[in-house]
């Protein structure tokens, strides 16, 4: 199933999935929004980081998206990893 979705984070900035869902397994997704990753091919990573996660599961995203985001030293404006799981959990 594909699913687009738009969500305003509470501090107004706006996150948009374009997702391939199979029932609430990830299979492929892109993230597009207003905010700034450092460095921006870092939004890659993310979303690799993201396929084969089940949408039912926004506590291991968020860890693991914190987890990666620590490694690889990556730098979010104006996006938060609760943001992120939270915009990814209302896929479904």
């Given at each position: 199933?594909?699913?687009?979705?738009?969500?305003?984070?509470?501090?107004?900035?706006?996150?948009?999935?374009?997702?391939?869902?199979?029932?609430?397994?990830?299979?492929?997704?892109?993230?597009?929004?207003?905010f700034?990753?450092?460095?921006?091919?870092?939004?890659?990573?993310?979303?690799?980081?993201?396929?084969?996660?089940?949408?039912?599961?926004?506590?291991?995203?968020?860890?693991?998206?914190?987890?990666?985001?620590?490694?690889?030293?990556?730098?979010?404006?104006?996006?938060?990893?609760?943001?992120l799981?939270?915009?990814?959990?209302?896929?479904?």
């Open positions: 199933m594909h699913r687009n979705i738009d969500y305003k984070a509470p501090d107004g900035k706006l996150i948009r999935l374009d997702a391939d869902l199979s029932g609430d397994l990830i299979i492929s997704i892109h993230i597009h929004g207003d700034f990753i450092h460095p921006e091919e870092s939004i890659v990573e993310i979303e690799r980081c993201l396929i084969r996660m089940r949408v039912s599961e926004t506590k291991n995203i968020k860890d693991r998206l914190d987890a990666l985001i620590e490694l690889r030293k990556i730098r979010m404006i104006g996006l938060t990893t609760s943001d799981a939270e915009a990814i959990r209302r896929l479904i």
